[in-house]
């Protein structure tokens, strides 16, 4: 099952989603039991346990004496073509309980027995491999093995993992594997599997010198760097000056509360399995539930600074915003990298508007996130309208406003003829929410933007304004983060970038590199007049030689570098080299200022288009003729490297052919009277 196969270039190979494909489902569940039965072949002391399909492939856990190497791994494989190519039919039996319990019993696998007792329904499946090898399961599976291409199968890895993920249990051996229908979808999946591993955020961070974890710290807690700080507080700068231009309010409330306040808005009876435990004074409190928690949300705050007045329409809507750190308690083995951490900072903001504005600010607030998404160039999203599982309990308030709230969300959609699907049971326990999924350079799935619509919370905690007529009435609340989280974007954006950054958002915006001493003052000099503009200038002070400055500025992906040779200090130009565009030629420190300040600013990356040096340059040419000869780059597009011509005006030329008019005739004279005395 592939839908997208048509329409995606054809260069593009279309990996499909297990999840998504009946005919990848039964390609691994089929392979995996293909890869038990080589293994028992192989090592018959290993013992089978579990074989499941994971998203890009499948594994199997093996009670085995010696851990299998890269080597037995090949084995293993090669003796999987074998089974595959002697087209074992897949034959189904149904049989009882007891039946089972008794062939299990005959082959000796304890772990089958423990599985046996997990079904609770009969009769119990059992699938065969031919006659020689069998195990309990529901399927489903391919008609025979040779409907696996053997040319689309791997052995990845081996990894350790406990019996049913119990420490206490038998340590037993897991081999990762993967299944294609294609030789071709099996190639594309290592090449993307090769390139997360060059994107992976977790190596490329540290590399870039962005962030670091600590075990002291503990897990999931990351530390950011200078380099890395800087890189939020532009995102940040960024984000909340386009809020105030926007009418948001700027707010700041602490990291814990009293419990209470969580008790009001339903955090601790729907959500009290993600926070942090109670801090209670003593045990008398602790049994009470009195103390203070560690702030999993913002919500709670920023209605209590509304609440803190009685409001009238005319203050509507009202826009609280805070870039709030919040803590959630992720269990460690979730952890890992910035994708998932146990404290992060999310660009909250609540909106406070009557039922009347409600339309209208969601508007608002989509387009706001769109904004967002254009200046970080990211442009694969879909929107998931996450409404609430009728069934489930997990939900605060009646039938009526979630109807109203998810109303709300439909209507702008379609207004805005966004792309979008629905997800029932992913809203949050208050209110149903828009979510901006992001497919990345991989085609992996992440959860940016939000935005939510609440009935709830407002009614929870009685929050009033005075209307028109002077009636006290309800005001809807807004929720919504367009970045989601700091550390989890940035995590996204560093593998999406794969670690060049667009120039308004790098950390370091140009390096400049002085060949040598002599040019360190002039070099200086520039560079202070680049961060006098705002613009983040650094100078390589490490002396070492060119190809050095240069390897280094480019393993540090600075966007944009100036080489400063004696050339460069007598024409006071820079050698400009963009990891965007490479070599863009000599061009005058002031037309370097400008582009740089306009692309900035423009969220674009350098461009210098060299008409422009020349027009720029023209006049000076003429009149310094006789002086230092400034270089003029001459060429036709940006693609073709700049020549470097020096330009003669006819003036000057006609100073030098005069000059040497006059040489020569003074040399003839000479001739002359020499060789006549
Ligand atoms: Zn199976
Ligand atoms: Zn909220």
Not at 547 to 555: D, M, P, V
Not at 560 to 579: D, P, Q, W
Request: charged share 30%.
């Amino acid at each position: 099952m592939s839908p997208n196969q048509e329409t995606q270039p054809p260069e593009k190979i279309y990996l499909p989603r297990t999840s998504e494909s009946e005919t990848l489902k039964k390609i691994r569940h089929t392979a995996s039991h293909v890869m038990a039965m080589a293994v028992q072949k192989l090592f018959p002391k290993a013992q089978v346990t579990i074989g499941p399909w994971i998203e890009n492939g499948f594994y199997y856990d093996f009670d085995s004496p010696e851990p299998f190497s890269d080597k037995d791994l090949k084995a293993i494989q090669k003796e999987m073509v074998k089974i595959i190519n002697r087209k074992l039919p897949v034959i189904r039996e149904e049989v009882s309980r007891e039946e089972a319990q008794k062939r299990i019993e005959a082959i000796n696998e304890p772990y089958k027995l423990e599985i046996l007792a997990d079904i609770k329904q009969e009769p119990i499946t059992i699938y065969h491999l031919g006659e020689e090898w069998w195990d309990l399961c529901a399927g489903p599976h391919l008609e025979n093995t040779r409907e696996i291409n053997p040319k689309a199968i791997e052995l990845e890895s081996v990894a350790g993992a406990y019996w049913r993920g119990d420490e206490t249990k038998a340590q037993l051996q897991r081999i990762y594997a993967t299944a294609w229908e294609t030789p071709e979808q099996l190639a594309e999946h290592k090449r993307r599997k090769e390139e997360a591993l060059r994107r992976d955020h977790r190596k490329l961070g540290k590399e870039l010198g962005l962030f670091v974890f600590s075990d002291s710290v503990g897990p999931g807690l990351p530390l950011w760097t200078p380099k890395g700080t800087l890189l939020r507080s532009i995102l940040e700068d960024f984000l909340k000056k386009e809020q105030l231009k926007r009418g948001y309010l700027p707010v700041v409330s602490p990291h814990i509360a009293r419990v209470d306040l969580f008790k009001t808005s339903g955090h601790w009876q729907k959500y009290k399995e993600d926070m942090f435990p109670l801090m209670a004074e003593d045990e008398e409190a602790k049994a009470i539930e009195q103390g203070f928690v560690l702030k999993p949300m913002n919500c709670p705050f920023h209605i209590q600074i509304y609440k803190s007045e009685l409001r009238s329409y005319r203050e509507l809507p009202m826009r609280l915003a805070e870039f709030g750190t919040v803590y959630r308690y992720e269990k460690s083995g979730e952890l890992g990298g910035l994708t998932r951490v146990r404290g992060f900072t999310v660009d909250d903001s609540h909106l406070f508007v009557t039922p009347e504005q409600l339309d209208q600010e969601f508007l608002n607030v989509v387009d706001l996130i769109l904004t967002v998404f254009r200046s970080l160039q990211l442009k694969n999203f879909k929107a998931r309208l996450s409404f609430r599982d009728p069934a489930s309990d997990k939900y605060i308030g009646g039938d009526e406003v979630w109807d109203k709230a998810e109303g709300a969300i439909r209507r702008a959609v379609q207004q805005l003829g966004m792309d979008h699907f629905e997800g029932i049971g992913e809203a949050a326990f208050y209110g149903p929410k828009l979510d901006f999924i992001f497919s990345d350079a991989l085609d992996r799935e992440w959860q940016l933007g939000t935005v939510q619509v609440d009935y709830n919370l407002p009614e929870r905690f009685d929050l009033e304004y005075v209307a028109e007529d002077g009636a006290r009435k309800r005001p809807v609340m807004i929720h919504r983060a367009p970045f989601g989280s700091l550390e989890r974007l940035i995590g996204i954006l560093i593998e999406e970038y794969a670690g060049d950054f667009p120039l308004w958002l790098a950390p370091v915006q140009i390096r400049l590199l002085p060949v040598g001493d002599l040019q360190l003052d002039f070099t200086k000099e520039v560079a202070a007049k680049m961060v006098a503009l705002g613009i983040r200038a650094e100078v390589d002070l490490s002396g070492d030689r060119l190809g050095k400055l240069i390897r280094n500025a480019e393993k540090d992906k600075i966007p944009v570098m100036a080489v400063v040779g004696a050339k460069e200090v007598e024409t006071n130009s820079l050698s400009i080299r963009t990891r965007a565009s490479g070599e863009l030629g000599t061009i005058p420190v002031n037309i370097v200022l400008d582009k740089l300040e306009y692309a900035i600013a423009n969220f674009e990356n350098l461009y210098i288009d060299v008409a422009d040096v020349t027009s720029q340059q023209a006049p000076d040419v003429t009149e310094a003729a006789f002086q230092q000869v400034p270089n003029v780059s001459d060429a036709k597009s940006e693609q073709v490297q700049p020549v470097t011509l020096p330009v003669y005006s006819f003036k000057s030329l006609v100073y030098i052919a005069s000059a040497i008019f006059y040489l020569v005739a003074a040399w003839a004279i000479w001739l002359w009277l020499y060789n006549g005395s």
